[in-house]
């Protein structure tokens, strides 16, 4: 079955940096489309990039030129590099995949920026 097991997250200083793991198992991650989300509290789940199988990526404007999603299909692995981080961008992250059936997410990993 799918499992997806996020990695990474703690506490950082703003203006500091921070890079999330998701290990991923169950299918064939070098054909699926990988994607990070975040969830504040209160507030509802964004969509915060995507990395398509071929390895474009799509960065939601409030992370644009500060994160970068990559991945490794010898690893099964997506990442999310975080730079400049800000106290809004504290929130608990998600790795997420999906198929033509189901939507598929991590337990997910707390990020908080503060000093």
């Known amino acids: 079955q799918v499992q997806l097991v996020e990695y990474g997250g703690g506490l950082v200083q703003p203006g500091g940096s921070l890079r999330l793991s998701c290990q991923a198992s169950?299918?064939?991650?070098?054909?699926?489309?990988m994607g990070w989300y975040r969830q504040a509290p209160e507030k509802e789940r964004e969509l915060v990039a995507l990395?398509?199988?071929?390895?474009?990526?799509y960065y939601a404007d409030s992370v644009k030129g500060r994160f970068t999603i990559s991945r490794d299909n010898a690893k099964n692995t997506v990442y999310l590099q975080m730079k400049s981080v800000k106290p809004e961008d504290t929130a608990a992250y998600y790795c997420?995949?999906?198929?033509?059936?189901?939507?598929?997410w991590g337990q997910g990993t707390q990020v908080t920026v503060s000093s």
């Open positions: 997420n995949t999906q198929d033509s059936t189901t939507i598929y």
């Open positions: 990395i398509g199988s071929g390895g474009s990526t």
């Open positions: 169950g299918f064939t991650f070098s054909t699926y489309t």
